[in-house]
């Protein structure tokens, strides 16, 4: 059964850091392609940021300069190390895990991220 995990979301004023992980489990995690995705209220679930299963990032313009996705195939475990935080991050966010032109594509139940003063 494949399993992806969020944690580290909490409320953190402007400017704080968080850093958010995934942990998955049932899948062979050097195999996917992983991203983080966030959904605000009345709107669209969006990229965040992705990284390939070589390393290779890309960065949503929002998160350029302060978000930093990283993974340990080791630890089955991706991170997302956000800075700089605005009231305009706030939004639960999504763990993605996916193999490209295949059906191997899951989510986690995400965690919530809130900034506010």
């Known amino acids: 059964q494949v399993q992806l995990v969020e944690s580290g979301g909490g409320l953190v004023q402007p400017g704080g850091s968080l850093r958010l992980s995934c942990a998955a489990s049932g899948i062979i995690f050097r195999f996917y392609n992983m991203g983080w995705y966030r959904q605000a209220p009345g709107k669209e679930r969006e990229l965040v940021a992705r990284?390939?299963?070589?390393?290779?990032?890309n960065y949503a313009d929002s998160a350029k300069g302060r978000f930093t996705i990283s993974r340990t195939n080791a630890q089955n475990t991706m991170y997302l190390q956000m800075n700089v935080l605005k009231p305009d991050d706030t939004a639960v966010y999504y763990c993605n895990a996916a193999v490209p032109f295949s059906n191997a594509n899951y989510w986690g139940q995400g965690t919530q991220v809130t900034v506010s003063s």
């Open positions: 990284i390939t299963t070589t390393g290779s990032t």
